[in-house]
């Protein structure tokens, strides 16, 4: 991991904690549910639109975890229900698949190799 990458994780860290102090200090009542959540993806989505405006790969699951947790987040906000585990299970599913599916082939050789 280059050091860029490694500065772009610890802000990405700060803000979540910023985030949480931030929120935890706010009335009840005062910061809609879901909030946190909308948060958290926000960051991922921003720590990962920063590694690849940088050149530095981005995170696919980095980014299929900030968009769920930003989509469960909003429809908390506005009243709705996403939730958040099941997807999460399925984007974590679909994002292997296609890894494994997109991956290059290794060569096993030698005789009787598939």
Do not use: C, H, Q
């Not at 050149?55 to 229900?81: C, D, E, H």
Request: charged share 10%.
């Amino acid at each position: 991991m280059n050091t860029t990458s490694k500065r772009f994780d610890e802000i990405a860290a700060a803000l979540v904690l910023i985030m949480t102090g931030a929120l935890w200090l706010a009335p009840s009542g005062l910061i809609p549910e879901g909030t946190w959540l909308a948060g958290a993806g926000l960051i991922l989505l921003g720590l990962n639109a920063a590694r690849y405006a940088r050149g530095i790969k981005a995170s696919g699951f980095g980014v299929a975890l900030g968009l769920v947790a930003l989509a469960a987040g909003i429809a908390r906000i506005i009243g709705r229900s996403l939730p958040f585990m099941p997807a999460l299970l399925i984007v974590l599913g679909v994002a292997l698949v296609v890894k494994g599916v997109a991956a290059p082939r290794k060569s096993e050789g030698g005789p009787g190799a598939l």
